[in-house]
C-alpha cells in the first residue's frame, strides 16, 4: 500500500510541474522555457536554421532584428540577413519579426511565437514583446546557442515547432545589485543585464552610495569617487572590490540596458543624483 501511494504521489507531482499543454501526445517532451509562457502547444517536426535564413522585420519593430542577428551569429557563424519591410508577406525560410494593432491585446511586452516548418513569426503589439519572443526563441534552441564561439559538434539547429502566446504576469520583474558595499565592474553590470533579459526580467536597480561606498562620478565633487570609492585598509577588501562608474560608464550601461529593455534605476535620492550625474556634460 505504502508503495501505490508514493506512485501515486510521484504522478500526481509530475501533473503538477509539467503542465499538460506544453506536453505532446502524452509522453514527457516539453517546451523548456523560463518563465513559464501563459499558453505553449508543441506541434510535430522542426524549423531548421540555415546560413539562408532571412530574418524578416516590419516596421515598428525597431533593431530588434539585428539583435536576433548578433545573437545567433556567434555560435552558429550564420551572418542572417536582416531585411525590413512594411509588411511580411508567406515567405519560406524565414523569421519574421512584426508589430501590428492586432496583437495590442498583449501589452507592451506581450508577444505571440509560431514556429512552423519552413518558417518562424514572432509578432506583438511592441518592439519589446518581439524582444521577449526572441528570448523565448533563443531557449527553444539547443542550449549551445549561448556559447561565444562556434560550435563544431552542431550540423543542424533546430527549432521545434510550437504555438506560444505569453505575457508577463508582472509589469515590474526586478534585481537590485549594492554596488556601494560590494562594487563590481561595468563588465559584470552588463553581463547581468544580458543574463536578465533572457529570463524576461525587466527593473534593475542599482544602490550606488551608501556609508561605505560612493560609486557614481560627480565632476563637480570629485572627491565623493576620490575618497569613498576605496575601503579603508583594514577591511583588507581586494582591488577589484573598490572603484566607480564615470559618466561615460552609466551611460554606456542605461543605452545597454535599453537595448535589452531592462531599466535601470536606482531609489528616488540616488535617482536625482544619477539624473544630476548624467545632466554634468563630460
Known amino acids: 500500500m505504502k508503495a501505490i501511494n508514493k506512485v501515486g504521489l510521484f504522478v500526481l507531482l509530475i501533473f503538477l510541474i509539467i503542465p499538460t499543454s506544453l506536453i505532446k501526445g502524452g509522453t ?28 524578416v522585420v516590419t516596421e515598428g519593430a525597431g533593431d530588434v532584428g539585428e539583435y536576433l542577428s548578433e545573437l545567433l551569429a556567434s555560435a552558429t557563424a550564420f551572418k542572417l540577413e536582416v531585411k525590413k519591410i512594411s509588411q511580411a508577406g508567406e515567405r519560406a525560410n524565414c523569421i519574421i519579426l512584426r508589430t501590428g494593432r492586432e496583437e495590442g491585446n498583449l501589452g507592451d511586452e506581450g508577444y505571440r511565437l509560431s514556429v512552423d516548418r519552413d518558417r518562424v513569426v514572432i509578432s506583438a503589439g511592441a518592439e519589446a514583446g518581439i524582444f521577449y519572443g526572441i528570448q523565448s526563441l533563443r531557449q527553444l534552441l539547443p542550449v549551445e546557442i549561448e556559447r561565444g564561439s ?15 502566446n505569453d505575457e508577463p504576469r508582472f509589469q515590474w520583474r526586478g534585481l537590485m545589485i549594492d554596488c556601494s558595499r560590494t562594487f563590481w ?57 573598490q572603484g566607480y562608474y564615470s559618466q561615460s560608464d552609466m551611460r554606456e550601461i542605461i543605452a545597454y540596458g535599453k537595448r535589452h529593455n531592462v531599466t535601470i534605476g536606482t531609489c528616488p535620492i540616488h535617482s536625482w543624483r544619477l539624473k544630476k550625474a548624467m545632466a554634468t556634460p563630460a
Not at 536578465?196 to 550606488?208: E, F
Request: contains cysteine.
Open 28 to 55: 514527457s517532451e516539453a517546451i523548456s522555457i523560463i518563465p513559464r509562457p501563459v499558453k505553449a502547444e508543441l506541434r510535430e517536426g522542426t524549423f531548421v536554421l540555415t546560413p539562408e535564413t532571412l530574418i
Open 150 to 164: 562556434k560550435v563544431k559538434e552542431i550540423t543542424a539547429w533546430k527549432i521545434p515547432c510550437v504555438e506560444i
Open 185 to 241: 565592474s561595468k563588465a559584470f553590470i552588463l553581463r547581468t543585464i544580458r543574463l536578465m533579459s533572457l529570463y524576461k526580467l525587466n527593473r534593475l536597480h542599482l544602490h550606488l552610495t551608501d556609508d561605505q561606498g560612493w560609486r557614481l562620478e560627480i565632476k563637480k565633487h570629485p572627491a565623493l569617487t576620490e575618497n569613498g570609492s576605496k575601503f579603508a585598509e583594514k577591511y583588507n577588501e581586494p582591488a577589484e572590490r
